[in-house]
């Protein structure tokens, strides 16, 4: 691995991670930066679990346009459920797509990865923008748009920036977008990324 400042050491196990693979953890008088692995093992044994840590090589995907997306999977313990998240790696940092999917910690880790993967490769398969002579991107014929909200630091967090079709784009660049539907009405649907939904 590469000693960058996307890298760092787990203070219980000393193995260097990429700071997206593992948890900030800290109290009046400590902080601790434990590895995906240690954070899980030291949940369950604090509520009795029998969870084994499992870890997912990454993997390359290719969206309709032939272009390739990283992803690289943490495992996450939450109480007695388990969060496996897809993050789109480039340059060392997560950037572009994000998926996630919940379940039972103590069922089929292998079963309910291989239905993230099924619906990373749906999504893949979409387009909501496509390039535009006005502006950088338009919204396609289909008139829907499906994406991520994340932090913008080119305005310090005052407004989001918006991943679509894996491409972040400004508030600006997105309003933007949307003025060559003036007149038009919209329905906005937010919900929490591993939640099931038809979208």
Avoid at 61 to 85: S, Y
Wanted: charged share 30%.
């Amino acid at each position: 691995m590469n000693n960058d400042s996307t890298q760092k050491q787990c203070d219980n196990c000393g193995t260097a991670v990429p700071t997206y693979d593992g948890v900030y953890l800290s109290n009046e008088h400590t902080h601790r930066f434990l590895c995906s692995r240690c954070y899980n093992e030291s949940i369950s044994e604090a509520i009795g679990l029998d969870f084994d840590h499992l870890s997912f090589h990454p993997i390359t995907l290719a969206d309709r346009d032939n272009e390739n997306h990283t992803f690289h999977f943490q495992t996450r313990l939450f109480g007695d459920n388990v969060l496996i998240q897809a993050l789109e790696i480039r340059d060392g940092k997560p950037r572009g797509y994000e998926f996630a999917i919940h379940g039972d910690a103590e069922g089929n880790l292998f079963g309910l990865f291989a239905k993230l993967l099924e619906r990373i490769r749906r999504r893949l398969q979409r387009r909501h923008i496509e390039p535009s002579d006005l502006t950088r991107y338009k919204i396609t014929d289909e008139d829907i748009v499906r994406g991520h909200i994340t932090w913008d630091d080119d305005t310090d967090g005052e407004v989001p920036c918006l991943v679509i079709d894996g491409k972040e784009l400004s508030w600006h660049e997105f309003g933007r977008m949307l003025m060559t539907y003036e007149g038009f009405h919209f329905k906005m649907e937010i919900f929490e990324g591993s939640e099931l939904r038809r979208t």
